[in-house]
């Protein structure tokens, strides 16, 4: 049966496209981006529940967003039942539409530290976090998983039926084992197989980088929503064009020279309008390169940009850009 509709609490989604979490990139702007692009759905970093609970700015900053952007998810992680209930506590004052458990992250200094995809190794700790959490908030909790540790240990499918006996409001799954990390291809079957487990709505994640394959993930695996990562990065038009070949059948044009600059100079003002000056200017280094990827000179253009540090001469040149093009403002 196909689903193709996606109800978390008062949410209710036809054809949902979610951004994922994405630590480094699904920050304020960029979700402000997306969500203008026609992104359903968007979700913040991941943060420390240890950074909540002590107050460090890097992590009490990440949980920050604007009205623009609902409904948004607030993602947290953890290893400590308690510390996971307070970070619950301390998020919902924002009144985020819900909150994510990542039970996913591969990477060491999360899972290394029996947080993320290594509390899949430990699934009576996780439940008890996902219990916790659960009843920290009266927002829904969902949360995001992998197929299991490594291929020995795949147990998606007996996680997830624990979750939803606890009340969990809807499971991501990013079907890969952690063991693969992001190698080989996204196994959508897992998704399909966790649709027939649970009555809870299921998220498909994994390897959706066209708006062809977002239509054949809800085809094959019956999900209520996709989520995409990487192919947001890379071209945040993804959203908008997903939406309208679902809704028509038909991929629009991609976006030229002047709609790139034209996002890019939007991005660069959102960065420095949400951020300040300095840490504005500093992460939109990172994003240049995806934006004028494939043209002539976009590597040049990149290289002036990424050394410029003051605020109105990067504004000034990007409004050059788009008046004269790529060529001429390269030395
Ligand atoms: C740079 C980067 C950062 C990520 N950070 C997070 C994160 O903070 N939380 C999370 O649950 N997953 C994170 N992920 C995993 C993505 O949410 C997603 O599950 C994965 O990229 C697979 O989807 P995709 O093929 O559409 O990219 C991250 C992935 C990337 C590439």
Same mark, same amino acid.
């Given at each position: ?41 968007? !979700? ?5 529940? =240890?950074?909540? &609970? +002590?107050?460090?700015? %890097?992590?009490?900053?990440?949980? @920050? ?11 947290i992680f ?63 909790v ?23 006996k ?15 990390? !992001? ?5 959508? =079957?897992?998704? &399909? +197989?966790?649709?027939? %487990?649970?009555?809870?709505?299921v @998220? ?21 929503a ?25 991929v ?9 600059l ?6 660069y003002?959102l ?16 994003l ?11 590597r ?15 504004e000034?040149y990007?409004l ?10 390269v030395d």
């Amino acid at each position: 049966m196909l689903q193709r509709e996606l109800n978390i609490g008062k949410l209710k989604l036809q054809n949902a496209l979610l951004l994922a979490p994405m630590e480094g990139y699904t920050d304020i702007s960029f979700r402000g981006v997306c969500k203008e692009l026609g992104a359903d759905l968007v !979700y913040t970093e991941f943060v420390s529940s =240890e950074g909540l &609970r +002590r107050d460090v700015s %890097r992590s009490s900053r990440k949980i @920050i967003f604007r009205e623009e952007e609902r409904p948004v998810g607030i993602q947290i992680f953890g290893n400590d039942p308690q510390a996971m209930g307070e970070a619950a506590r301390i998020s919902s004052r924002l009144q985020p539409e819900l909150l994510d458990l990542n039970f996913g992250c591969p990477v060491r200094k999360v899972a290394g530290k029996g947080s993320g995809a290594a509390l899949m190794k430990t699934p009576d700790l996780l439940l008890e976090i996902a219990e916790a959490v659960i009843r920290s908030t009266d927002l829904p909790v969902t949360a995001k998983l992998r197929l299991g540790w490594d291929e020995d240990s795949i147990n998606i499918l007996e996680i997830a039926p624990e979750l939803e006996k606890l009340g969990i409001a809807a499971i991501t799954l990013h079907a890969r084992t952690r063991a693969q990390k !992001y190698s080989g291809n996204a196994r959508w =079957e897992w998704i &399909r +197989r966790l649709k027939d %487990r649970v009555q809870v709505p299921v @998220i498909g994640n994994g390897d959706v980088v066209t708006p062809q394959d977002a239509l054949q993930m809800f085809a094959e695996t019956g999900c209520d929503a996709v989520m995409i990562g990487r192919g947001a990065t890379s071209y945040p038009w993804i959203f908008r064009d997903t939406r309208i070949f679902l809704n028509d059948g038909v991929v629009p044009p991609p976006p030229d020279l002047r709609e790139r600059l034209e996002l890019l100079l939007h991005h660069y003002r959102l960065s420095l309008t949400c951020k300040g000056e300095e840490r504005g200017v500093r992460e939109m280094r990172k994003l240049y390169s995806s934006y004028l990827r494939d043209y002539p000179y976009a590597r040049q253009v990149r290289y002036q940009l990424v050394r410029m540090t003051d605020p109105k001469v990067i504004e000034e040149y990007l409004l050059q850009l788009l008046e004269e093009g790529l060529q001429r403002h390269v030395d």
